[in-house]
């Protein structure tokens, strides 16, 4: 196994647990950070594996993150990629929006990933490593009632290319902004349910299908190569070309 060591925010389901469970499957080692005891410990014990680790951890707050930090290295030694990924929605119309929920997302989807780069900083640019943020098209589009979540998306996508040019060139700092992506396959037993989708969901997209949770994780994996080093400060879309059609009614 190498020696190479990826921590994954929010990695106990859906895009997280699958960019998880593909560099464990390349021979990292894997470290999820995921608040979800549940769904953590499950997956711990499903996989019973030597290199990887579930650390309970809210990235919302600062003593989490440090101690997620110094567990990760009391570990492995070591940590080479950074995905931030944990986020949560609070979808609901404006005028029932609370001050709470809202600043509970922002909390979450950005000061999150801020917090968790900033405590990773160290070992990153030790190991001239790579921080991949989960990002979204929702921080260039919108459907109603989403402003928490695509504002906190929004500043995610600022937040890598200021990252990039303030850690360079010692760490890369990429996002991949997901669409429609199917996680149905990748939740914590209590919750999973196969999702059936229609042809018309399928063929409403340039690409002729839903995306999948590998669709996202094959792209982590490319960004995390050395080789691909000269790939910093950018956005990476996946939604099977759907932000680039022209919808009328």
């Given at each position: 196994?190498?020696?190479?060591?990826?921590?994954?925010?929010?990695?106990?389901?859906?895009?997280?647990?699958?960019?998880?469970?593909?560099?464990?499957?390349?021979?990292?080692?894997?470290?999820i950070w995921e608040i979800d005891s549940e769904a953590g410990e499950e997956l711990a014990q499903e996989?019973?594996?030597?290199?990887?680790?579930?650390?309970?951890?809210?990235?919302?707050?600062?003593?989490?993150?440090?101690?997620?930090?110094?567990?990760?290295?009391?570990?492995?030694?070591?940590?080479?990629?950074?995905?931030?990924?944990?986020?949560?929605?609070?979808?609901?119309?404006?005028?029932?929006?609370?001050?709470?929920?809202?600043?509970?997302?922002?909390?979450?989807?950005?000061?999150?990933?801020?917090?968790?780069?900033?405590?990773?900083?160290?070992?990153?640019?030790?190991?001239?490593?790579?921080?991949?943020?989960?990002?979204?098209?929702?921080?260039?589009?919108?459907?109603?009632?989403?402003?928490?979540?695509?504002?906190?998306?929004?500043?995610?996508?600022?937040?890598?290319?200021?990252?990039?040019?303030?850690?360079?060139?010692?760490?890369?700092?990429?996002?991949?902004?997901?669409?429609?992506?199917?996680?149905?396959?990748?939740?914590?037993?209590?919750?999973?349910?196969?999702e059936i989708f229609s042809e018309e969901d399928h063929l409403q997209h340039p690409a002729g299908r839903?995306?999948?949770?590998?669709?996202?994780?094959?792209?982590?994996?490319f960004l995390s190569q050395p080789d691909n080093n000269f790939i910093t400060a950018q956005d990476f879309?996946?939604?099977?070309?759907?932000?680039?059609?022209?919808?009328?009614?």
């Open positions: 196994m190498s020696n190479k060591v990826i921590v994954v925010t929010g990695g106990a389901q859906g895009i997280g647990r699958k960019i998880a469970l593909h560099f464990l499957n390349e021979n990292w080692k894997s470290v996989l019973n594996h030597s290199g990887f680790l579930n650390i309970h951890c809210d990235v919302s707050r600062e003593v989490d993150v440090k101690k997620a930090v110094a567990l990760t290295l009391e570990r492995f030694g070591r940590i080479d990629v950074l995905v931030n990924n944990a986020a949560i929605i609070r979808n609901q119309p404006l005028s029932s929006l609370s001050l709470a929920d809202w600043q509970k997302v922002i909390d979450v989807n950005l000061t999150g990933p801020f917090l968790c780069s900033k405590y990773c900083e160290t070992e990153l640019k030790k190991n001239r490593g790579s921080i991949i943020n989960i990002c979204s098209t929702r921080a260039f589009q919108s459907e109603c009632n989403t402003e928490a979540y695509s504002a906190s998306k929004g500043g995610v996508f600022a937040l890598t290319h200021a990252l990039a040019i303030s850690m360079g060139p010692e760490v890369r700092v990429n996002s991949i902004s997901p669409g429609w992506i199917d996680q149905s396959n990748e939740q914590k037993s209590v919750v999973a349910k196969k839903i995306g999948k949770t590998d669709d996202i994780a094959r792209l982590a994996w879309i996946i939604d099977g070309g759907m932000t680039r059609k022209m919808i009328y009614l």
